[in-house]
């Protein structure tokens, strides 16, 4: 089986910054993507970032130039480094794992959700 653990949400004012990690924890080979989406108080969860294991990232519009996606392949953890938050960048931030191969098979895994706040 395989875990994901979310730490680094919090309260934070605008023009702050945060660093989300993601640590995937089992008898993991590999890990595909690593990807962090959000989801506001009613609004459907969205894609923040993502980032392949070659290091290849993608980013949302609205984070492009502020957030920062990055990986530890030998630890199977992910980052994500938010810079210059806006309150629109409150909300629950989910870490998603695709393409996890471990010893019982490959398989696709949500963490639990960290809150983000940020005040004006």
């Known amino acids: 089986q395989v875990q994901l653990v979310e730490s680094g949400g919090g309260l934070v004012q605008a023009g702050g910054s945060l660093r989300l990690s993601c640590a995937a924890s089992?008898?993991?080979?590999?890990?595909?993507?690593m990807d962090w989406y959000r989801q506001a108080p009613g609004k459907q969860r969205e894609l923040v970032a993502a980032?392949?294991?070659?290091?290849?990232?993608n980013y949302a519009a609205s984070v492009m130039g502020r957030f920062t996606i990055s990986r530890d392949n030998a630890k199977n953890t992910v980052f994500l480094q938010m810079n210059s938050l806006k309150p629109e960048d409150t909300a629950v931030y989910y870490c998603?794992?695709?393409?996890?191969?471990?010893?019982?098979?490959?398989?696709?895994?949500w963490g639990q959700g960290t809150q983000v706040t940020v005040s004006s």
């Open positions: 089992g008898s993991i080979f590999s890990i595909n993507i």
């Open positions: 998603h794992v695709l393409g996890v191969v471990y010893d019982g098979g490959v398989g696709n895994y």
């Open positions: 980032i392949t294991g070659g290091g290849s990232a």
